[in-house]
C-alpha cells in the first residue's frame, strides 16, 4: 500500500480552505449513528441525537493534504469515482473545471486492470467519494498499486484506502462543498487560475 507522506506547514494546518461557517452550513463534519474503528480518530464527539460530529479542522487538514498530492498529477492522470448520486452535479461540475474524468455511476469492470477491455483507462490516482459503493474501483486499484484517495463517513471501514478524507460523503450539500475546494485548490496548486463557479453552482439543491 503506498505511504502518503506529505507535511503541512504548521501555519497553513491552522487556516481553513473555506470559511467555517460554510463547513457548518454544508453538514460536511456531520457523520452517522454508525461508527468503525477506522473512523474512530476523527470523530470529535457524539450528539444527543447519535450522530457523530468529525472533526472539522482535521476535515480541512486532509483536503490540504489531499489536493496537495493530486496537485502532482496532470488531469489525465487521475480518476475520481463517484457511485453516489448525491454527488453527480458537483463532480461533474468538477470534471468541466479541471479536465479530471470523473465516472458517475456505475465502474465498468476491469477498467483499470484488463488491456483487453474497450473502456481500459491507464491512471496513475484514484479518489473516491465513498468505498463502499465505489468498492470495485478500489479493489482493482489496490491490485495495481494506484494510491486510493477516499472520502470517508464515520461508518466506513479504510484498510485499503491510502489517504482518508473524514466528511458526510453523503449529503447532497456535502459533497458540492467537497468538490468546490478540491476544485478550487487543485487549480491553485496547479496554477490553473481562479475557479470560474461559485459554490452555489456546486449545490445540488435546486
Same mark, same amino acid.
Given at each position: 500500500?503506498?505511504? =502518503? #507522506?506529505?507535511?503541512?506547514?504548521?501555519?497553513?494546518?491552522?487556516?481553513?480552505?473555506?470559511?467555517?461557517?460554510?463547513?457548518?452550513?454544508?453538514? @460536511?463534519?456531520? $457523520?452517522?449513528? +454508525?461508527?468503525?474503528?477506522?473512523?474512530?480518530?476523527?470523530?470529535?464527539?457524539?450528539?444527543?441525537? !447519535?450522530?457523530? #460530529? @468529525?472533526?472539522?479542522?482535521?476535515?480541512?487538514?486532509? /483536503?490540504?493534504?489531499?489536493?496537495?498530492?493530486?496537485?502532482?498529477?496532470?488531469?489525465?492522470?487521475?480518476?475520481?469515482?463517484?457511485?453516489?448520486?448525491? $454527488?453527480?452535479?458537483?463532480?461533474?461540475?468538477?470534471?468541466?473545471?479541471? $479536465?479530471?474524468?470523473?465516472?458517475?455511476?456505475?465502474?465498468?469492470?476491469?477498467? @483499470?486492470?484488463?488491456?483487453?477491455?474497450?473502456? +481500459?483507462?491507464?491512471?496513475?490516482? #484514484?479518489?473516491?467519494?465513498?468505498?463502499?459503493?465505489?468498492?470495485?474501483?478500489?479493489?482493482?486499484?489496490?491490485?495495481?498499486?494506484?494510491?486510493?484517495?477516499?472520502?470517508?463517513?464515520?461508518?466506513?471501514?479504510?484498510?485499503?484506502?491510502?489517504?482518508?478524507?473524514?466528511?458526510?460523503?453523503? !449529503? &447532497?450539500?456535502?459533497? $458540492?462543498?467537497? =468538490?468546490? /475546494? /478540491?476544485?478550487?485548490?487543485?487549480?491553485?496548486?496547479?496554477?490553473?487560475?481562479?475557479? &470560474?463557479?461559485?459554490?452555489?453552482?456546486?449545490?445540488?439543491?435546486?
Amino acid at each position: 500500500m503506498i505511504i =502518503f #507522506v506529505l507535511i503541512l506547514d504548521m501555519a497553513e494546518e491552522e487556516q481553513l480552505l473555506v470559511p467555517l461557517e460554510n463547513y457548518l452550513k454544508a453538514g @460536511l463534519h456531520i $457523520g452517522t449513528k +454508525f461508527r468503525t474503528e477506522y473512523m474512530a480518530p476523527f470523530i470529535y464527539k457524539i450528539r444527543p441525537d !447519535g450522530l457523530a #460530529v @468529525l472533526n472539522v479542522q482535521e476535515i480541512n487538514n486532509r /483536503i490540504a493534504l489531499a489536493t496537495q498530492f493530486m496537485a502532482r498529477y496532470e488531469p489525465s492522470e487521475i480518476i475520481i469515482g463517484c457511485r453516489r448520486e448525491n $454527488g453527480w452535479k458537483a463532480a461533474e461540475l468538477f470534471s468541466k473545471l479541471t $479536465g479530471i474524468r470523473v465516472m458517475t455511476g456505475r465502474y465498468s469492470p476491469g477498467m @483499470l486492470i484488463n488491456p483487453d477491455s474497450k473502456s +481500459f483507462t491507464e491512471t496513475k490516482l #484514484v479518489l473516491v467519494v465513498d468505498p463502499w459503493p465505489d468498492k470495485n474501483i478500489v479493489r482493482d486499484a489496490n491490485k495495481i498499486g494506484i494510491p486510493i484517495i477516499a472520502c470517508c463517513d464515520t461508518n466506513n471501514t479504510a484498510n485499503d484506502i491510502d489517504l482518508v478524507i473524514p466528511c458526510n460523503n453523503k !449529503g &447532497k450539500k456535502s459533497l $458540492g462543498l467537497f =468538490f468546490y /475546494i /478540491i476544485t478550487k485548490e487543485y487549480l491553485r496548486l496547479r496554477r490553473l487560475g481562479e475557479i &470560474k463557479a461559485t459554490l452555489e453552482d456546486f449545490d445540488d439543491e435546486d
